[in-house]
Nanobody, 118 residues
Framework: QVQLVESGGGLVQPGGSLRLSCAASGIIFSHYVMGWYRQASGKQRELVATITSGGTTQYVESAKGRFTISRDNAKNTVYLQMNSLKPEDTAVYYC????????????WGQGTQVTVSA
């Protein structure tokens, strides 16, 4: 049974930082591209960042220079360090695991709320 469990969300003031974590189980972690997506209220889910097993990263334009995705293959965990947070970063953040070869094997976490507000 595949499980992706996110943690680290919460309420933070503009300009603040949060670090999200996603612990994976039930998959061979190194076979998966890991990603963070977000969905703001009333909007479609959008990609934030992805990271391959080898460490190649990709970011949405609005996250470049502020967010950093990383992974620890020994701990089966992916992280998203978010700095200089803005109110428009407010959303539910979801972890995704997508098999590097068989992309139909894609799994999602339950999501964690991030709220940026004064």
């Amino acid at each position: 049974q595949v499980q992706l469990v996110e943690s680290g969300g919460g309420l933070v003031q503009p300009g603040g930082s949060l670090r999200l974590s996603c612990a994976a189980s039930g998959i061979i972690f190194s076979h998966y591209v890991m990603g963070w997506y977000r969905q703001a209220s009333g909007k479609q889910r959008e990609l934030v960042a992805t990271i391959t097993s080898g460490g190649t990263t990709q970011y949405v334009e609005s996250a470049k220079g502020r967010f950093t995705i990383s992974r620890d293959n020994a701990k089966n965990t992916v992280y998203l360090q978010m700095n200089s947070l803005k109110p428009e970063d407010t959303a539910v953040y979801y972890c995704q695991a997508r098999h590097a070869l068989f992309q139909e094997n894609t799994y999602w976490g339950q999501g964690t709320q991030v709220t940026v507000s004064a």
